[in-house]
Antibody, heavy 116, light 112 residues
Framework: EIQLVESGGGLVQPGGSLRLSCVVS????????MHWVRQVPGKGLVWVSR????????SYADSVKGRFTISRDNAKNTLYLQMNNLRAEDTAVYYC?????????WGRGTLVTVSS | DIVMTQSPDSLAVSLGERATINCKSS????????????LAWYQQKPGQPPKVLIS???TRESGVPDRFTGSGSGTDFTLTINSLQAEDVAGYYC?????????FGPGTKVDI
């Protein structure tokens, strides 16, 4: 069974940092591009970032470019999202997803709350 | 960046009736080399992650009921839910994977 489990969310003050993790099991992690997508509770989906199989290519939404960094450790089957200089508008549930041309298999998400 | 828009924002449909959701991209997402539209439709029920219903604008994912149909090409796309069932109450999102940065439409909420 394929599983994606996000962790690392929580309450952080504006300007602070947080690192999210996504552990993937049930497939060969290093074969797949990976994504982060976020969603303010009750609102729509917003694509955040994606990374190539070997980490050599990354892409970001304009709203997070320069503040967020996506990375992966294929030996640990883990995807990361380093989030710096967090703003109130970054408050959301963050999902990781396995790509099959498009985000296909999703985790259940981890909630990030940016508030003083 | 490609901007995705959807209409309507929400709609209420009687059980057994048809729901139609429209999605428009700010530029063509038809890749000429493959003649494929890089568009997916997702369904999201409360408290759950999204689930892919349709890829390549019109290809139903495995296990998706055939009452869900995707159509369109270029910049204009439609998701049709025929004979709406109670379990179809959800949010529906279109998504372009034609070019980075990928983008989602704002979503359409379907109620009974």
């Amino acid at each position: 069974e394929i599983q994606l489990v996000e962790s690392g969310g929580g309450l952080v003050q504006p300007g602070g940092s947080l690192r999210l993790s996504c552990v993937v099991s049930g497939l060969t992690f290093s074969d797949y591009w990976m994504h982060w997508v976020r969603q303010v509770p009750g609102k729509g989906l917003v694509w955040v970032s994606r990374i190539k199989t070997d980490g050599s290519f990354t892409s970001y939404a304009d709203s997070v470019k320069g503040r967020f960094t996506i990375s992966r450790d294929n030996a640990k089957n883990t995807l990361y999202l380093q989030m710096n200089n967090l703003r109130a508008e970054d408050t959301a549930v963050y999902y990781c997803a396995v790509e099959k041309w498009y985000p296909d298999l999703w985790g259940r998400g981890t909630l990030v709350t940016v508030s003083s | 960046d490609i901007v995705m828009t959807q209409s309507p924002d929400s709609l209420a449909v009687s059980l057994g009736e048809r729901a139609t959701i429209n999605c428009k991209s700010s530029q063509s997402i038809l890749k000429s080399s493959s003649n494929k539209n890089h568009l997916a439709w997702y369904q999201q029920k409360p408290g759950q992650p999204p689930k892919v219903l349709i890829s390549w604008a019109s290809t139903r994912e495995s296990g998706v009921p055939d009452r869900f149909t995707g159509s369109g090409s270029g910049t204009d796309f439609t998701l049709t839910i025929n004979s709406l069932q109670a379990e179809d109450v959800a949010g529906y999102y279109c998504h372009q994977y034609y070019s980075d940065p990928f983008t989602f439409g704002p979503g359409t909420k379907v109620d009974i």
